[in-house]
């Protein structure tokens, strides 16, 4: 039998997604992985909700073109927006024996294990938290926790330009820490709900009362795929073990390497792909 070239597909809309795909890598790298940051259309969450699922669903079609039996939405919008119809209406009928994951319920699936007063806050963009998904997922698996959400509408852009490290990013670090703990004084658990911002830990946990915990997504999601393709040997068995890992973006791949390398940790080298006309 020839051997297949199949790699486990890691989307996002830009660069957060980068985040989660360092950890993935991290904790399972014998898998081969392709990238793709839709960058010429980035940010989704300014989009409207058909809008949003159809970006999506071509550059998940993009990735099962490449050779993907699986695909993980390292976005938040494009969980909160697009998942649940994809797996629902396109999978069954046009890809039964592909997998599309993505980052909310993973999330929301262990996020009572860290709250003992039943308080969990949520942040992240505008169209994540306006999306209500969190709320619906935590709900499912915890439907005793207390959820208050705040958007963060300025750290995606500290982030972008790489001034979240400087004093300047402080304020609006404080600032979205500030309104939400003000919702409720109960709250010990913190769901970071963007996969940019991973990079704001550090900031984050210095201006946060030691008693509440922080969840960020890159381990999460690492843990969450580990587990899934010991569960679905009828998937990992089809997923090629040569450690490749290639990136691709439907922007300017020299802007996106030098911007992938913050999120990334490691030297980007990315080609262009055309989604339109694939």
């Known amino acids: 039998m020839v051997k297949n070239k199949?790699?486990?597909?890691?989307?996002?809309?830009?660069?957060?997604?980068?985040?989660v795909f360092k950890s993935i890598a991290r904790k399972l790298p014998q898998y081969n992985y392709i990238y793709l940051g839709d960058n010429a259309r980035t940010p989704y969450g300014d989009h409207s909700f058909e809008t949003i699922?159809?970006?999506?669903?071509?550059?998940?079609e993009w990735l099962f073109a490449q050779g993907c039996p699986l695909v993980i939405l390292a976005c938040n919008t494009?969980?909160?927006?697009?998942?649940?119809?994809?797996?629902q209406n396109i999978l069954p009928f046009?890809?039964?024996?592909?997998?599309?994951?993505?980052?909310?319920?993973?999330t929301a699936e262990i996020v009572g294990n860290y709250t003992h007063k039943k308080s969990v806050g949520v942040m992240g963009t505008r169209g994540t938290v306006n999306s209500e998904s969190y709320l619906m997922e935590i709900n499912k698996f915890f439907p005793e926790i207390k959820v208050?959400?705040?958007?963060?509408p300025m750290w995606v852009p500290l982030i972008e330009n790489d001034e979240h490290r400087n004093p300047g990013a402080d304020y609006f670090v404080k600032k979205y820490l500030d309104e939400l703990l003000a919702k409720d004084d109960e709250i010990d658990c913190i769901v970071l709900a963007c996969t940019h911002y991973p990079?704001?830990?550090?900031?984050?946990?210095?201006?946060?009362p030691p008693d509440i915990n922080l969840l960020a997504q890159d381990d999460i999601v690492a843990d969450s795929l580990a587990l899934y393709l010991e569960n679905h040997p009828e998937i990992e068995s089809r997923i090629s073990k040569e450690g490749h890992q290639q990136f691709f973006t439907s922007g300017d791949p020299r802007v996106f390497d030098i911007n992938a390398?913050?999120?990334f940790d490691n030297e980007v080298v990315s080609s262009r792909v055309d989604l339109i006309h694939h």
């Open 261 to 263: 390398s913050t999120f």
């Open 199 to 208: 990079l704001l830990v550090p900031k984050i946990k210095e201006m946060l």
């Open 53 to 60: 699922y159809q970006y999506t669903l071509e550059c998940v």
């Open 94 to 106: 046009k890809y039964p024996d592909r997998r599309v994951l993505g980052v909310i319920r993973p």
């Open 148 to 152: 208050a959400q705040q958007s963060c």
């Open 6 to 19: 199949q790699s486990i597909g890691v989307f996002d809309s830009g660069y957060g997604g980068l985040t």
């Open 78 to 87: 494009a969980s909160a927006k697009a998942l649940r119809s994809i797996q």
